[in-house]
């Protein structure tokens, strides 16, 4: 199993935040199945976590073990500080919530929807109904807001499921299957609305079945595969642990193209094209190597252009699974 990889931040920051999730050993079984054997998760405050795995692989229970729907078997786990064990109730104070499946009530309107999550929460009258006007206006819901949400799009609906998530101002939101079944325009909506969270301090975890969504919003990702993590870290950096990536040198000159051909003699290449194709991870490191040799050389390439596996490689190579649904392919192609 590959070795997971040290964080990296979408933000530039080299100092890991704390950590607003941690488990250490979270195992957990229904009846004689193992569903999670013993996954370890760090998880630092105000970052985007992707959690992908083949159907069936226990993403949505380590949503429900983390957000305290279900309990662990076994682990030590602390959300927004809190240990689940000792005080569970401070953690669900931490934590927002919107599962696979809408929570919205269709035979009321999106505003009552909202000031029913207010009560929920014991916001006073005017606290609720401010809150709900803001939240509302942010998720641009407002025109729609007495109209009975069955009327509303599945992106509508979907915005209007985070909306009341965040009724109780959450510092840690999960996020399970968000984009399921939304079209394009309301998924890239959707992402714009993640984005702005975390941009606010909000950590968010997320699964998905789409292998695009985690590449663009994830800081770091972890594939889950029969009940542990296969690997970690990084979208660029579990592209790097798997085969393909190559460094595509193109020329119009043949002497050029046969010159770089004798200096990179690993290379492949291709007559007809003028092209080569040198194996590479993609590196900073390994793309300087390529070029300083081509100038030992006297040689200038027309073209350049780096090829690395896409999450999709990633995905079967480190799972095995070939249990995605078609979309998933069609999404990242």
């Keep these: ?4 990889v040290m964080p990296t931040s979408r933000n530039g920051n080299d100092q890991e935040p704390p950590a607003a999730v941690r488990a ?3 195992r957990k079984s229904y009846g004689d199945k193992l569903v999670l054997d013993g996954i370890d998760l760090s998880i630092p405050t105000g970052t985007v976590f992707a959690l992908l795995g083949p159907n069936g692989a226990g993403k949505t229970t380590v949503v429900k073990i983390l957000s305290t729907l279900v309990s662990a078997d076994a682990g030590d786990i602390h959300v927004g500080g809190h240990d689940l064990a000792a005080d569970p109730q401070a953690a669900r104070a931490a934590i927002g919530v919107t599962g696979q499946f809408s929570a919205v009530d269709g035979l009321i309107t999106g505003e009552e929807n909202m000031l029913l999550m207010a009560d929920l929460h014991h916001l006073s009258r005017s606290e609720g109904r401010r809150t709900a006007a803001e939240l509302l206006e ?3 819901l407002t025109e729609a807001a007495r109209k009975p949400a069955s009327t509303y799009s599945g992106g509508m609906k979907r915005r209007l499921d985070i909306a009341m998530t965040l009724v109780g101002n959450p510092r840690i939101i999960f996020l399970d299957e968000p984009t399921t079944g939304l079209d394009p325009r309301s998924r890239h909506s959707m992402w714009r609305i ?3 969270l975390v941009s606010g301090g909000v950590t968010v975890f997320l699964t998905t079945q789409y292998l695009e969504e985690a590449d663009e919003l994830a800081d770091r990702i972890a594939l889950l595969s029969n009940g542990r993590i296969a690997a970690e870290g990084s979208a660029d950096e579990l592209k790097r642990l798997v ?7 193109r020329f119009s000159d043949p002497s050029a193209y046969r010159s770089a051909a004798l200096a990179l003699h690993e290379g492949t290449g291709d007559d007809e094209a003028l092209s080569l194709r040198i194996p590479s ?5 390994e793309l300087r190597a390529v070029l300083d040799r081509l100038a030992a050389a006297g040689i200038e390439a027309d073209e350049l252009t780096v090829h690395t596996p896409d999450l999709d490689d990633v995905f079967f190579a480190l799972t095995g699974d070939t249990d995605v649904p078609s979309q998933t392919r069609e999404e990242v192609r």
């Design 194 to 196: 993640i984005r702005e």
């Design 281 to 285: 991870d993609g590196s900073q490191r």
């Design 138 to 140: 942010r998720f641009d």
């Design 24 to 26: 250490v050993g979270l």
């Design 243 to 249: 085969p393909g990536g190559h460094v595509r040198l």
């Design 1 to 4: 199993m590959p070795s997971p």
